[in-house]
């Protein structure tokens, strides 16, 4: 029997798992885990090392070397470090977020990465979230939960972001990022984005951020 609390999010981008799951770690006092920060701090490290991305044995070997941490109490103030130094806002420049595929279809990455994720929710559990927690990291989590919005919501809620970072860029390029990066999430053949049949879907087009927290308190405190 596990003594920690599990609670695992999934989901496309864009459906909101990042800031709901920050702000359900911070209330019920868990650690939050990015799992997506993981894969792509591998990405950046491909990237900055100048690695063919298609190039498998030099991309695991890279997999391999990296040491990712996530740090910080405050789940919404959460940093990534690789190898050391803070990457938390070079991960998510838009470039590295379409060349994360590469690194996130490799089953032998993957498979270091789950080891990893379930290895830092040992101690205290976790409010995990990503593509394949309720399928594969933690198939026996206490409580799954498959985010979901149309895509045309997911993509006005990032095109927001992006704009408010003084990005240039357009819905409709956002629009197609976001299906393009769907289409590699559902179709890789090691950990694809699936519903776990034991999951509780939330489709959250039409909900704040605040209603969801809500939504998955009521269920957690039953
Ligand atoms: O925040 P956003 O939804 O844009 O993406 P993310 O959660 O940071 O994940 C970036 C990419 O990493 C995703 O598009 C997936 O391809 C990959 N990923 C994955 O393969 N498995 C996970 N558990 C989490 C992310
Ligand atoms: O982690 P994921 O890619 O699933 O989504 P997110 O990063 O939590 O949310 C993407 C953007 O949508 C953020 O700017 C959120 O503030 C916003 N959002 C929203 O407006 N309403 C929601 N119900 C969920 C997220």
Known sequence: ??????????????????????ALAKKLKLPYIDTGAMYRAITLKAMRQKIALNDTKKLVE??????????????????????????????????????VFYVAQ??????????KQRAMAK???????????GTVVFSNADYKFYFSASDDVRARRRYRELIAEGRQTTLEEVLN???????????????PLRQAKDAIPIDTSSLTIEETIDMILDIVKR
């Open 106 to 115: 490799e089953p032998l990455i993957r498979r270091e990465m789950v080891k």
């Open 123 to 133: 101690k205290n559990g976790a409010v995990m979230e990503g593509r394949d927690i």
């Open 62 to 99: 890279t997999a391999r070397k990296a040491r990712i941490e996530l740090k910080g109490v405050d789940p919404r103030k959460q940093k990534v470090y690789l190898d050391g130094k803070d990457v938390t806002k070079a991960i998510r420049e838009p470039l590295l977020t379409k060349n």
């Open 1 to 22: 029997m596990r003594k920690y609390l599990i609670i695992a999010i999934d989901g496309p981008a864009g459906s909101g798992k990042s800031s709901t799951a920050r």
């Open 177 to 191: 990022d976001i299906r393009r990066r769907d289409k590699t999430d559902l179709e890789r053949k090691a950990g």
